[in-house]
């Protein structure tokens, strides 16, 4: 994706001294919530607290979930019932103010696609709602390899954001570079003490931007990919993908664009309360597809299509974009080594 800098201009724009510029950046987005942003974990990358600079692992590939957990949560409950003289429902929608830092363009691609499945007009989730309007999001640029198993440049989803943040972190060599996105991003520039960033840094960052597609080990050809997977739904490699997918979700439950959830009552031990609780859910696993008197979607290889349809083909049915960001996560995540690049390839797809 290239970002429309052209157009917007100069104006929001600062250049930093380098890291060295971080702690003043998050001591004023310490004042707009609690602060998360990309942390070492093991061997991995996880969005976590951040209280200071030093926390932060900038240069991470992609992190094991996105920050989608924090605006949907893995399970949250919607609300509790309790009999005190007929029965009171007490729902909790209110949401702490929070800051998403260093999300790459891929993660805030995906929240813009569960915007538009939990805040349609006449359809609005209250839940997320109440969370994403609590929300600062400060994206950050991919310029540098590694790129893992990431294909975001040809899904257009990255690797720089065009719109959907308040502020927009680029690293540029030993300085970084500051875009704001919204007039609260323009208001924290204003606060910061960073220089002012000319044309020739923008247009680096847009060199650099496409150096970073090019780098990318996987590619999808977006062009009639749709037709494409419609007219191989019998596709022999979905046969012999059946006997190698476990079924384990990991695919789906990665996916920083999934919305599918499970709904629980949960009765007190008291009997007198019951608690509602949302959950993840994934179409890969069994239990998903069952209803009474059967399971409708019962085999392997239907529950491996459904995810592979969805994110390819039925996401532009229903909402004129594809549903999958390309940061390469369902590969990380299986277990089986299955990659959805490779099986587009398989049913005569241009990848890379």
């Not at 929608?93 to 813009?112: E, M, N, R, W």
């Not at 998903?288 to 299509?305: I, M």
């Not at 594809?322 to 080594?337: K, L, M, T």
Request: hydrophobic share 35%; aromatic share 8%; proline share 5%.
């Amino acid at each position: 994706m290239v970002t429309d800098r052209a157009v917007r201009g100069q104006q929001g724009v600062a250049l930093g001294a380098g890291m060295s510029s971080l702690p003043e950046l998050l001591t004023i987005l310490h004042q707009y919530g609690e602060l998360y942003g990309p942390v070492s974990k093991g061997k991995g990358t996880v969005f976590a607290p951040v209280s200071s600079a030093s926390d932060l692992s900038l240069d991470y590939d992609t992190t094991v979930l996105s920050p989608k957990k924090y605006l949907l949560q893995p399970m949250e409950v919607l609300f509790s019932v309790r009999k005190q003289e007929g029965w009171k429902v007490e729902p909790d929608t209110s949401a702490k103010p929070q800051v998403l830092f260093g999300v790459h363009s891929c993660d805030l691609a995906a929240i813009q696609l569960l915007d538009r499945v939990y805040l349609q007009e006449n359809r609005q989730d209250s839940y997320y709602r109440a969370r994403r309007e609590a929300t600062m999001v400060v994206a950050l640029t991919c310029t540098s390899p590694p790129y893992g198993n990431c294909f975001c440049g040809s899904m257009d989803t990255g690797p720089s954001p065009r719109s959907g943040f308040d502020l927009l972190l680029t690293q540029l060599g030993p300085d970084l570079l500051l875009e704001a996105g919204s007039d609260k991003g323009t208001t924290i520039i204003e606060q910061l003490g960073w220089s002012a960033a000319g044309a020739d840094h923008l247009a680096r960052i847009e060199q650099l931007v496409q150096e970073a597609i090019a780098a990318m080990p996987k590619a999808i050809g977006r062009a009639g990919l749709p037709q494409l997977m419609n007219a191989n739904f019998d596709h022999p490699i979905w046969s012999q993908l059946k006997d190698s997918c476990l079924a384990c979700g990991n695919c789906a439950l990665s996916c920083p664009s999934c919305y599918c959830y499970n709904i629980v009552d949960q009765v007190g031990l008291d009997t007198v309360s019951v608690q509602r609780t949302r959950t993840w859910d994934a179409c890969l696993l069994l239990e998903f597809a069952e209803v009474h008197g059967g399971n409708f979607r019962k085999d392997r290889d239907a529950r491996l299509k459904q995810f592979a349809y969805h994110k390819l083909s039925y996401w532009v049915d229903q909402y004129g974009t594809f549903g999958c960001v390309g940061c390469g996560r369902c590969i990380n995540a299986c277990p089986a080594g299955i990659d959805i690049t490779q099986v587009v390839r398989e049913i005569g797809g241009m990848t890379r």
